[in-house]
């Protein structure tokens, strides 16, 4: 078994939990820098670290020259587990599960996100054990809430802005490495090449008319008068009032229709219809 191997599964064994009201995170939290220190010496001996917004950590690790500098993040917090017991393999064991190629390691964080803080740090030490300098400076970024809010992340954000620090990359966690993501595609790595965010969507839908419902909301009765073939109709209930088509109320069976063509009340006449009628439907993707 690998050294490197089994420095991953020891990073796993710490619930490093960053949720409000999580026990135990701030002990995690330090048992599993502790590890990091013991683990990479030469990152901790070589390299500028420094704690930022309590628990956050940045090493600087200084270019030959002034050339741009780089930023490889990834965060140290995991997702809570509720309840261990639906776990093939307990959550924080980091077990070691079958062999050869089909082995795998199971534990929270795994994938999300301590693989890529381990590879990141796994890298640097051997390129400071070979004597190698980067071109820049090349920042290591490992912000310790990502799972709930990134106030790290940010902080340190502000800080190298603060500093004049402008990079020309930053690498972050990304997708895994999938079997047949698309059709003729064996294991592909999924590379996101933009940050998460929020973006508003309006969609607009245009239909000539709509089908009048064939049952009354209130008591599921018929319809003794559907509306005309010119009128115009809205089947969804409604809280204020139609002009078009009556109005909806909510009474104590349910919905209950007045001046509407429904449930035994005659629609009142209406002139033709001039033309499509649009349904509008806002939506917000996150």
């Known amino acids: 078994m690998s050294d490197a191997l089994e420095r991953f599964r020891e990073l796993l064994r710490f619930p490093t939990y960053s949720h409000d009201g999580a026990s135990g995170g701030a002990e995690a939290s330090a048992g599993f820098q502790a590890a990091l220190e013991r683990s990479f010496p030469l990152v901790h001996e070589r390299l500028e670290r420094e704690l930022v917004a309590g628990r956050s950590l940045l090493f600087r690790w200084p270019g030959a020259d002034a050339a741009a500098a780089s930023v490889l993040m990834a965060h140290q917090d995991v997702v809570t587990v509720d309840d261990p017991d639906r776990w093939t393999h307990p959550p924080f064991d980091a077990a070691l599960v079958g062999e050869g190629e089909e082995a795998a390691v199971w534990a929270r964080g795994a994938l999300d996100d301590k693989a890529a803080l381990a590879a990141i740090l796994e890298a640097v030490e051997s390129r400071l054990a070979a004597g190698f300098t980067p071109r820049g400076d090349v920042y290591l970024a490992f912000g310790h809430d990502e799972e709930s809010g990134g106030t790290g992340a940010d902080a340190i954000v502000t800080l190298l802005a603060d500093r004049g620090v402008r990079p020309w990359l930053v690498i972050d966690e990304g997708g895994a490495v999938m079997d047949a993501l698309l059709p003729g595609l064996g ?97 917000s993707r996150r």
């Open 187 to 283: 294991p592909t790595a999924v590379v996101g090449v933009t940050e998460k965010g929020m973006m508003n969507v309006e969609l607009v839908v245009e239909t000539p008319g709509v089908t009048p419902p064939s049952r009354c909301p209130a008591d599921r009765r018929p319809c003794s008068h559907a509306p005309s073939s010119g009128s115009r109709t809205n089947p969804r209930p409604r809280t204020s009032s139609n002009p078009r088509s009556g109005s909806w109320r909510r009474s104590g069976r349910g919905w209950a229709a007045s001046a509407a063509g429904c449930c035994g009340t005659r629609a009142p006449s209406a002139a033709p219809s001039r033309g499509p009628s649009p349904e509008r439907v806002r939506s």
